[in-house]
């Protein structure tokens, strides 16, 4: 059987806890770069937490709250 290699995480992996960093963020929500910096800006999506001078990443139920909503909004 052949073996598949993923790059980042998915939905399915229903994780609770954690930090996803930006390209991790961007395979779930696809919006460039500009845009989803904007959009914190904006206060459309969620802060990231700085972990270090150059580092910020996103709690991981903080983006599956933000994925529901957009889902939510969709349906609307």
Do not use: C
């Amino acid at each position: 059987m052949a073996k598949t290699i993923q790059n980042g995480p998915t939905i399915q992996e229903h994780r609770k806890t954690g930090f996803y960093r930006l390209p991790d963020v961007l395979s779930l929500i696809p919006v460039s770069k500009s845009t989803w910096w904007s959009g914190i800006k904006r206060g459309e999506y969620p802060a990231g937490i700085k972990l270090s001078e150059r580092t910020t990443a996103w709690r991981v139920q903080d983006i599956h709250a933000l994925i529901e909503r957009l889902g939510e909004q969709e349906a609307n």
